[in-house]
């Protein structure tokens, strides 16, 4: 059901924004500045760099399941120790493998070297899994009822953001270098990344460190405990050093006691929480499925790369209204919005498996990723509006881990489709399974919507006063 508020026009949405924590906007031009080494040509590119050196659409489908796999094993670790106050050290390390991770996928294009491919990819994975859920828990500690879509918009607008320029300036790029050079730039931003975080942090310099750390003071800031400035690091080494941090970061990621925190927290949680994280998976599989064959289907459609790269900026336009439309999950009834959306992409999906003209392909995919845009951050603050405050590194992993299972189940699943029946019937097959989805769920809101008024009629017929006169028909 609706809540009743006040319809904000444009310019009342835009002045909003400037109420976002100051620590938001801090962790967001980071978060730009590292997925902008995905977004020039890394992620634009992917599943057609893997194809070019692993040769056939099976052997994709295996590194494009194997890179969620990873994440998965790792997410619910990561979470454990965001909930320890962990999470500078978390992303400094995120960091490190991601970089380490696009030195190995450049070596892979250029020796043209699978081992070096599988390296990149569990590297990939294991920094994805640092990174993301520690960005998840620093945005999910910010966020209240009345703000949650809006903040989680501004993580996936800063994301998508990184993802759009980037794919537009490697339309350009791709044609004067070669595929294994884009992911040099995984590397370099990265690193930037890293020195964005150095101001909040003290990664470099104690002096720089003070010299900050005043003028933050003057802004009156209120930065998480996470982002402190902590004056006794002086510089990269003593981080590493501090604390055995690397030690216990290993040591809790191959850890089996983590899952059994996991499963102990999970059991005080009641199906609510299940059906949430259930539809961050639906969501995440919709979203793998378009990031890994799209691309492949424009390629059959014999698109250049600079084409290619235009549509992945194509798809990622629509995440960049996250920032203005984030805010509708916290207007409307959740999970009205998200089966309109699955119903939305069932028949966008199937116009897909349908059509072999490039301009539909670009109308359908924009479409399908602007239902997925809305969708992440609905899904996210639905299980934030479930998750106790003690658990939110837990559940920021539990989303990750949700996510993964999706990506997993979308590569095996429309991959082996896809091997046996060709693209664009798995495309129309998976059309018609998220029809029946959205249907179902859309019957049974409609069910509980009766039943609810049902009870609330009868409740109104119990409460008569007890010397209310009586009509009896005879």
């Known amino acids: 059901m609706a809540k009743k508020t006040k319809k904000l026009t444009l310019s009342e949405k835009i002045k909003q924004l400037a109420e976002i924590p100051f620590s938001i906007k801090w962790v967001s031009i980071s978060l730009f500045l590292f997925t902008m080494g995905w977004g020039l040509g890394a992620d634009t590119f992917f599943s057609i760099y893997v194809k070019s ?23 619910i670790p990561i979470g454990i120790l965001n909930d320890k106050g962990m999470s500078k050290y978390l992303l400094l390390y995120g960091k490190i493998w991601y970089a380490i991770s696009g030195a190995f996928y450049f070596w892979a294009g250029f020796e043209q070297s699978a081992f070096f491919l599988i390296c990149a ?33 501004v993580y996936f607008s800063s994301i998508n953001m990184a993802y759009v320029i980037g794919a537009l300036i490697s339309a350009f790029l791709v044609k004067y270098l070669d595929l294994p050079y884009m992911y040099l730039f995984v590397v370099i931003f ?30 009156n800031t209120d930065l998480p405990f996470e982002y402190e400035i902590d004056e006794e690091y002086q510089n990269m080494e003593d981080i590493l050093r501090k604390k055995n941090m690397l ?33 961050q998976a639906l969501v995440n599989f919709m979203n793998y499925v378009g990031f890994l064959f799209i691309p492949l289907v424009a390629m059959q459609n014999n698109l250049s790369l600079s084409e290619i790269a235009i549509l992945f900026a194509v798809m990622r336009l629509p995440y960049l209204v996250n920032i203005l439309i984030g805010n509708i999950g916290d207007k409307y009834s959740k999970k009205i919005l998200i089966t309109i959306l699955v119903l939305f992409s069932a028949g966008l999906f199937f116009w897909l498996g349908s059509t072999s003209s490039f301009m539909a392909i670009v109308v359908a995919s924009f479409g ?107």
């Open 53 to 75: 050196i692993i040769g056939s659409g099976l052997n994709l489908t295996l590194i494009g399941t194997l890179l969620p796999i990873i994440k998965l094993l790792t997410v």
């Open 121 to 153: 990819v569990i590297l990939n994975g294991i920094g994805s899994s640092t990174m993301y859920t520690t960005y998840r828990t620093l945005y999910g500690k910010k966020t209240q009822t009345n703000n949650r879509s809006k903040i989680l918009g």
């Open 190 to 219: 990265a690193i930037l990344s890293i020195l964005q975080d150095s101001k909040i942090q003290d990664f470099v310099r104690r002096k720089f460190s003070k010299t900050w750390g005043k003028y933050l003071k003057k802004q």
């Open 247 to 279: 030690l216990l970061y290993f040591r809790e990621i191959f850890s089996l006691s983590p899952w059994k925190k996991m499963f102990e927290a999970m059991k005080s949680y009641d199906g609510h929480m299940y059906v949430a994280l259930s539809s």
């Open 368 to 474: 399908l990723s602007l239902a997925i845009a809305m969708l992440q951050p609905i899904t996210s603050a639905l299980i934030l509006g479930y998750a106790k405050p003690k658990d939110k590194g837990l559940i920021a992993g539990m989303q990750e881990f949700s996510s993964k299972i999706g990506e997993i189940i979308g590569s095996l699943g429309i991959g082996l489709l896809t091997a046996l029946v060709g693209m664009n019937v798995a495309f129309q097959f998976l059309g018609c399974a998220l029809a029946v989805l959205g249907g179902y769920l859309l019957l049974k809101k409609l069910f509980q919507s009766k039943e609810k008024k049902a009870e609330d009629h009868q409740g109104k017929d119990i409460e008569v006063p007890i010397f209310a006169p009586q009509i009896i028909k005879e």
